[in-house]
């Protein structure tokens, strides 16, 4: 997947004309398919062919992670021996090169577990969260806490859960890291944060930000499983 597709560029959008066939169409409104008939298979067929443009980027972001010397930090993806799920990833940059930080513990007060890490240099740091079962395996809940649902659905309709930190897991996490050095800049796929007040001031709209499709969009919030507090808002 390398190099400039031959296709017309995105965004696509459909609609329909005026005898009511739908048509996909590029931003210069050029037609680029033609749906005969009208009804509600037909409108989520076209919608679904508008969405290819956008699908392709987002596969093409995940196969990045695939390659060598790759330097992205949108979505990256780890092999585990069961239950495989893509887990954001963070870049950690300190304020100061002699800072002796315990990520590991700021995790634990966050109420998650630090993941795969690896050490950039001597000021940046990559890390993910995976989540602490301590409490479930205990008896005490059902689920881990800070756990989030993904996109697939059950027979009933709703989202799956899945083995994944959410929206506000992260949050705390960044808040903890804050705490330490207020100075620090955090990169994620959703947003860079270049110190406590940066993260306090640009938090809060990420919870917006669809991780689904077009087709089948998902608030970063609304994939939460937690009644908690937003975690911009201290105590």
Sequence with gaps: MSGQPAWTPGPWHWAHDAIRDDKIKSAAQ????????????????????????????????????????????????????????????????????????????????AGVQLGNSSILSARRVRCVLVLDYTEKRAGRADHPEYQRVGFSRAANGKRRRIASVCWHGYGQFMREVFRMDPDARISTGHETYRGLADFQAKAPATGDHNIGSQVDPMRFEDACLCPTTAPWQDE
């Design 30 to 109: 050029e037609t680029i398919a033609v749906m005969p008939g009208f009804g509600d298979t037909s409108d989520a067929n076209a919608r679904l062919i508008a969405a290819a443009p956008e699908m392709y980027e987002a596969l093409k972001e995940m196969m990045r992670e695939y390659e060598p010397g790759s330097s992205s930090d949108a979505i990256i993806i780890y092999p585990r021996p069961a239950r495989t799920h893509r887990q954001p990833q963070m870049i950690i940059t300190y304020s100061r090169p002699d800072a002796k930080y315990d990520l590991g513990q700021a995790a634990r007060n």
